[in-house]
């Protein structure tokens, strides 16, 4: 499993857990800033895509 579907996962089972209510309030804190930093990372993902999208665009456009 890439890092990428890893972080998915992660963050399907904090939103499902979350939706069942499966924390306690004094573990919300820390399972926020679980999710952020999940978010966070695969943005980082996301954007890396973006970028591969665009230089590949960019050299198909040269070839023309």
Same mark, same amino acid.
Do not use: H
């Given at each position: 499993? +890439?890092? /990428?579907?890893?972080?998915?996962?992660?963050?399907?089972?904090? +939103?499902?857990? @979350? /939706?069942?209510? @499966?924390?306690?309030?004094?573990?919300?804190?820390?399972?926020?800033?679980?999710? /952020? #930093?999940?978010?966070?990372?695969? /943005?980082?993902?996301? #954007?890396?895509?973006?970028? @591969? #999208?665009? *230089? *590949? +665009?960019? *050299? @198909?456009?040269? #070839?023309?």
């Amino acid at each position: 499993m +890439d890092k /990428k579907q890893f972080l998915l996962g992660m963050l399907q089972i904090i +939103d499902v857990a @979350t /939706k069942r209510g @499966t924390w306690n309030g004094e573990e919300l804190e820390a399972v926020a800033i679980l999710r /952020k #930093d999940v978010v966070e990372q695969l /943005k980082e993902f996301a #954007d890396q895509e973006i970028t @591969t #999208d665009l *230089e *590949e +665009d960019t *050299e @198909t456009k040269g #070839d023309d």
